[in-house]
């Protein structure tokens, strides 16, 4: 997989997983979720993206929009 789509295999995951801790839990756990579309949206503006430098760091192949 390349680098842009670990990404937003990541993103996804950490959303899904927020939604059913918060649903399971504590609504404190939509904070992870919000924290990850806030990352999202200042990454499509600014192309830095931490998580695409640690998957690059891990030798992911680069591609896609992170790559």
């Given at each position: 997989?390349t680098v ?64």
């Amino acid at each position: 997989m390349t680098v842009g789509r670990l990404v937003t295999l990541t993103a996804g995951i950490l959303i899904l997983v927020s939604l059913v801790f918060a649903w399971i839990g504590s609504d404190w756990w939509l904070l992870l979720a919000a924290f990850v579309g806030a990352n999202l949206v200042q990454s499509s503006f600014t192309g830095f993206c931490p998580a695409a430098m640690i998957y690059r760091a891990l030798g992911a192949p680069r591609g896609g929009a992170f790559g």
